[in-house]
């Protein structure tokens, strides 16, 4: 999905044998000889907005295809809904689900339910004179937030997702045109200013159901729309591994204090000895699995044990956390791909005593 290049998926969950296993490791050795100089490495830190704009204003929305192993992967992202039925493909013309004998409201265990009680939206426009948020750029040109009186965009709502590093809205539209909850609100940010307004500037950017703002993850002080405990479900699609391994733990630190008790991040990257990782030549390495491309933009390359070192000293309790292994074929060269990918699952646990489904916890 990340690559541009045509492929076509021939076998998935490969098994690697000892030998290629051992060879991936070699040319990872070999690529990984040489580091970048300190120097070097601070400018792509430093400007590493203006490396991520560049790439939007070339590829704009071209070069990622819409996810369509979104829903299969996470179902969680549309539940109660059956992607097998031609129904499935209704929601695009506005078509509701008929509700079950389900509560409304509810959005338990951080799975967004399509049956959730109709709720009016509101429209925040981003507008000196909102009582309800004031906003502005700071020299960077990120958004600078602020809520009043409890209320903030998606407030209303009884479902809410966040996707962290959006680009184009290649997820925040499928899910938006997938799952039809009257009561869903989806949160889409982005390090690039570029990539954001080609999601605000979208046909199908509707801001009565998304909200889409600018934000650097590793800015501490920079705010998110929402207050904490406020989201059932955050995304991140091969975006955690763009940013400095140093500040993954506090990134993954400040996410999970969004989430309500119960509510997952679902996360879906780059895997050690991922082709990609493997084709990087002599003098691309920053420091460890961690790469610089010719554009500027930066790549790490996860092992499931890290990831799950993150999320359980964010607090986080394991659902999944699995290596996705596919071989895949260029169609037009037919040269075999050997794909890694790593796919996460983590849950904020309830509060001891918290009864859910008559179970304690």
């Not at 008929?98 to 338990?108: A, V, Y």
């Amino acid at each position: 999905d990340e690559n541009p290049i045509t492929v076509l998926p021939i076998q998935d969950n490969v098994e690697w044998s000892e030998e290629q296993e051992a060879s991936a490791r070699n040319k990872v050795q070999e690529n990984s000889r040489q580091f970048v100089p300190q120097d070097k490495q601070d400018e792509y830190e430093l400007n590493a907005n203006e490396y991520w704009n560049d790439f939007y204003k070339i590829h704009e929305n071209g070069f990622f295809k819409d996810r369509h192993w979104l829903f299969t992967e996470f179902p969680e992202l549309a539940p109660n809904q059956n992607l097998s039925q031609p129904e499935a493909s209704a929601y695009k013309n506005g078509s509701i689900r008929k509700p079950r004998n389900t509560r409304l409201g509810s959005c338990e265990n951080g799975l967004c339910s399509l049956e959730t009680k109709t709720q009016e939206h509101h429209q925040f426009d981003l507008m000196k004179d909102s009582h309800t948020i004031i906003s502005r750029l700071d020299p960077d040109g990120e958004a600078i937030l602020k809520r009043s009186d409890g209320d903030f965009p998606g407030s209303s709502a009884t479902c809410r997702i966040l996707e962290v590093g959006c680009g184009a809205g290649n997820t925040v539209f499928p899910i938006l045109q997938t799952n039809n909850d009257p009561g869903l609100f989806v949160y889409c940010c982005d390090f690039s200013n570029t990539a954001v307004d080609l999601v605000q500037t979208n046909a199908e950017y509707d801001s009565s159901r998304c909200f889409a703002f600018v934000h650097d993850l590793c800015k501490d002080q920079s705010p998110y729309p929402m207050p904490e405990e406020s989201l059932d479900i955050i995304i991140l699609i091969f975006v955690l591994s763009a940013i400095l391994p140093e500040k993954m733990q506090c990134v993954i630190n400040r996410l999970s204090r969004l989430l309500k008790p119960g509510g997952m991040i679902l996360l879906r990257d780059y895997g050690r000895y991922d082709l990609a990782q493997l084709r990087f030549k002599k003098g691309r390495c920053l420091s460890d699995n961690f790469y610089v491309r010719g554009d500027g933009t930066r790549v790490y390359f996860f092992t499931q044990d890290e990831l799950g070192a993150l999320f359980t000293t964010a607090g986080l309790e394991k659902v999944q956390n699995l290596v996705d292994r596919r071989l895949q074929v260029n169609r037009g060269k037919q040269v075999t791909m050997h794909r890694v990918w790593i796919q996460c699952k983590y849950r904020k646990p309830f509060p001891a005593g918290h009864k859910e489904n008559g179970h304690v916890h």
